[in-house]
């Protein structure tokens, strides 16, 4: 009763496999017409006659190599490259334009002075050319003059008494004296003018320059700053952002480090989940060979055949599956890479220490100095402690709405700060509490591993020379009495081939594990 129990297992496990696959096959019949097994294994269609290669031909990758090529070609951190070559030009133009605006404002300081000297020096000149002239209509010298032959004629003496050549060259004076007068009060007027349109020019600018400022920094009541303090305030702003934006893209960079690590790492675990069938499929089929031979020389009975050849067909789709599920696997690491997606790839493991030495109080220290997180928060409070110097600066109160959102401004950069540390921190506890338990995992695997195998061999021992002796795994499976039977070698197999699942599931867990530490604690190996 209990083998028709069991046959009954294995014939619904085989339907459910075969359902899985023709579903699988059935949602690609219309895209996909070339074969999914990849062109490193030649399978045939008849089970009982399958041959095996793994000599793959193809691009041998290691995971550096792998994240060397992929930072290569990824566009988006060109993009990010390019931001950062751009707040780096604005970076040197904010500083030269804070320059420009202190020598415009000094230009101007003095231009207005000049004017303002001129304009008094043009209207005194006025005046007493208007006096003289006075003077003059009245009959009367407007001031000391010089006659050759006559000698000093003092002012106010008549003109009455003085040669007509002496009131004309007087009046030509006069007149000559009007004439340079209007001629110089044009070009104050025109130099005036310049000035008013030059300031004008130099206030739209500062004004748009705030207006700027007022919208990246989210103010609402500071509508204007000091000339000096506003181009300070630009240049520091400039300045941030280039030091931020530059450190963002060994971040960004390292992100993309990080995703093409777990694309990697999700391959590799399929390439070991792939090979660890292959010897499945392998054992299965020895096995298959072995019951069959029997049966035909009446060693063993049909059961055991037909029991071997169950397993063999399931082994043999399941590994099938798993091939689909590989070079889905190395497909979206090859389009992380940016890499042709038809491009052969041979993933080459790294010898690797699994055996974790990294100190959490270091890491989050480490953290707090390099994330990017930490970077943005702290540029934040900077940039606004920038802006209530420029307030101070710019001749507010302490009772003004002004330097009050300045400081409000400041409270909610630091409290933001504070949570981002919050989170920093949080995120990277977590992050080491999945890695030391990951080790923990992969080492109990690793034992798991060993008594499973030992387990296989035993069993098959025993249904070789036929002698039946209770296991701990028939007693799990409630199987006592099927001991030194196939039944016994294909549970044990089964047991075998989770086993080998848990240890490539546990390795891939520590891999990801670690590279995710290791980026939140902002290690950046990649700059």
């Not at 101070?392 to 009772?399: A, F, L, Q, T």
Request: with cysteine; hydrophobic share 40%; charged share 25%.
């Amino acid at each position: 009763m209990k083998k028709e129990i069991i046959t009954g297992m294995c014939i619904l496990a085989i339907s459910f496999n075969l359902n899985v696959y023709a579903e699988s096959v059935g949602n690609n019949v219309n895209t996909v017409t070339a074969s999914t097994t990849p062109s490193n294994l030649i399978i045939s269609t008849a089970p009982a006659e399958l041959t095996l290669t793994t000599t793959p031909a193809g691009l041998t990758l290691t995971i550096d190599e792998a994240v060397e090529q992929g930072l290569k070609n990824n566009i988006a951190l060109s993009k990010v490259k390019n931001q950062s070559d751009l707040a780096k030009l604005i970076n040197n133009n904010a500083e030269k334009n804070k320059n420009d605006i202190y020598n415009n404002q000094l230009k101007l300081d003095i231009a207005q002075s000049d004017i303002s000297a001129a304009r008094t020096a043009v209207y005194s000149s006025m005046t007493e050319l208007d006096d003289a002239q006075s003077w003059f209509d009245r009959g009367y010298t407007p001031k000391e003059i010089v006659v050759p032959g006559i000698g000093a004629i003092p002012a106010h003496t008549p003109l009455s008494g003085l040669p007509p050549a002496v009131k004309e060259g007087i009046q030509n004076e006069l007149n000559a004296s009007r004439a340079k007068l209007e001629d110089g009060l044009e070009d104050f007027n025109a130099g005036t003018e310049e000035y008013v349109a030059s300031k004008s020019k130099f206030d739209l600018a500062m004004q748009f320059a705030m207006t700027n400022v007022a919208s990246k920094l989210s103010t609402s009541t500071i509508s204007s700053l000091e000339e000096k303090h506003l181009a300070d305030l630009i240049d520091q702003m400039a300045d941030i952002q280039d030091r931020v934006t530059s450190y963002s893209v060994s971040i960004y960079k390292n992100k993309i480090a990080l995703l093409i690590q777990n694309s990697y790492y999700e391959a590799l675990k399929q390439q070991k989940l792939l090979a660890a069938k292959e010897k499945t499929m392998q054992r299965a089929k020895e096995q298959y060979e072995y019951a069959q031979f029997a049966y035909e020389v009446g060693a063993k009975s049909k059961d055991d055949r037909n029991f071997a050849k169950l397993y063999y067909d399931g082994a043999v789709m399941t590994y099938e599956l798993q091939v689909k599920d590989y070079n889905n696997a190395l497909i979206e690491l090859r389009k992380n890479m940016n890499i042709p997606l038809d491009k052969q790839i041979i993933l080459v493991e790294k010898e690797a220490n699994y055996t974790s030495t990294l100190n959490l109080i270091q890491g989050i220290n480490n953290g707090m100095r390099t994330r990017l997180e930490m970077k943005m928060a702290d540029a934040q409070v900077e940039l606004y402690k920038d802006l209530r110097a420029a307030v101070v600066g710019s001749y507010y109160d302490e009772d003004d709405n002004q330097y009050k959102e300045a400081q409000l401004l400041l409270d909610k950069a630091e409290i933001e700060a504070a949570d981002a540390k919050l989170q920093v921190e949080s995120s990277i506890r977590t992050s080491y509490e999945t890695l030391i338990t990951m080790q923990k995992v992969l080492a109990a695997s690793a034992e798991l591993k060993k008594n499973a195998e030992e387990a296989v061999e035993i069993a098959r021992l025993k249904y070789e020379v036929g002698f039946g002796a209770s296991s701990s795994l028939l007693k799990n499976l409630n199987l006592e009495d099927l001991s030194g039977t196939m039944v016994e070698v294909i549970a044990a197999e089964e047991n075998l081939q989770v086993v080998e699942g848990k240890v490539i599931e546990a390795t891939n867990g520590y891999n990801l594990a670690k590279a995710k530490y290791l980026n939140d604690i902002g290690v950046l190996p990649y700059k």
